[in-house]
């Protein structure tokens, strides 16, 4: 018996990739399987914040690979309560409340349902709201992931189409409206879940004092403060935590992508022990959350964080991406720039003489010009380098964005 040869793709075609086939990967440097290098300007989503291949993460798995890999968390293992203190300590002096715990769990979304199972169990037991009665107060344009109780709440068509029936208990108020959402806050909410920094949207920055409106209308309440800071935390915005930057501290927050060091996916829900004290044995778990491999990266990740030079140089360097990007609206080849750390969006201006006519087909000029970047919502464009990127590097990707604005 033969086999017919495959024609085309066995791939599911749930993504619609730029044409180009990488192959290997160092620092903010990447090239494809023809020998061409490129410029990494997405970093993964946050997820390679310290670059490809980072030597000190790459040392970590090799050591780790050699010992153990996976025990599941039938059994405790060397490095989960080692991990566990080394992110409490991180990101706890951060949070409100003074005693954290960390749940480890794997894919970003993951961590958000924890947060969500979390925060109802606690509504329940703590806030005394009735049984199957607790609502989560979000976001419009938010983005936490995509599974089917997650994308109940997107405002996404796309996401939302086709995979009903939804999720109930979400209740949704326009971002950066701090009255609407108190107002949305009754008997039944338990948490008001949120990105400090909108990611997927195209990172967009609320006004200064909406977080810490939001924080109070929480407090008044006596409801939680959920941040979800997969893409933003972890040194992208400048600071370890987006939140950081408008001095607020939630009461749980959700981590994934850098936390794993673009190694394998990492994440974890941090926060107020009293509120995850109420996931007992049975009631949450996960086979590879919090696994040996992952808890020696993730503490590499947290050893590179600790001293801050890192949060540090993102405010630095994103200061000058702003510089050099602000111009590019006054001479009308961007209609906005959005800037936090070392992340930004822009939005094109489809009617500039000989510039893209959309997020993607500038995306696919920088391309040709051996960049790497990613549309979102039609005009826009995210870019978020490695926080490791070496500036002569980043001002060459900026040259080179600025070309393909005006050429094709």
Known sequence: MTTSPVVGSALAPNYHPLPVTLATGEGAWVTDTDGRRYLDMLAGYSALNFGHRHPALVAAAHAQLDRLTLTSRAFDHDLLEPFA???????????????????????????????????????????????????????????????????????????????????????TVPYGDAAALARAIDETTVAVLLEPVQGEQGVVVPPLDYLAAVRRACDDAGVLLVADEIQSGLGRTGSTLA????????????????????????????????VLEVLTAGTHGSTFGGNPLA??????????????????????????????????????????????????????????????????????????????????????????????????????????????????
């Open 85 to 171: 203190q080394a992110l409490a300590g991180l990101v706890g002096p951060l949070l409100a409340g003074t005693s954290h715990l960390v749940l480890p769990m794997n894919t970003g979304a993951e961590a958000v349902e924890t947060a969500i199972k979390a925060a109802r169990k606690w509504g329940y037991e703590v806030r005394g709201v009735p049984a199957d009665r607790a609502t989560v107060v979000v976001a419009d344009g938010n983005f936490h992931g995509r599974t089917t109780t997650i994308v109940s709440f997107s405002s996404d068509p796309d996401a939302r189409r086709g995979f009903g029936p939804f999720t109930p208990g979400f209740v």
């Open 243 to 274: 939140c950081e930057r408008f001095d607020v501290r939630p009461d749980l927050v959700t981590l994934g992508k850098a936390l794993g060091g673009g190694v394998l996916p990492v994440s974890a829900v941090v926060g107020r022990a009293d």
């Open 295 to 408: 808890c020696a990266v993730a503490l590499a990740v947290v050893d590179l964080l600790t001293p801050g030079t890192l949060q540090a140089r993102a405010r630095t360097l994103g200061e000058h991406v702003g510089d050099r990007l602000d111009p590019l609206v006054n001479r009308g080849l961007l209609t906005d720039v959005r800037t936090i750390g070392l992340w930004a969006g822009i939005d094109v201006a489809p009617s500039a003489p000989g510039g893209p006519a959309s997020g993607r087909e500038l995306c696919e000029r920088l391309l040709a010009r051996g960049v790497l970047a990613k549309d979102t919502h039609g005009a826009t464009i995210r870019l978020a380098p490695p926080l490791t990127v070496d500036v002569a590097d980043l001002d060459t990707a900026l040259d080179r964005l600025t070309d393909a604005l005006t050429s094709r």
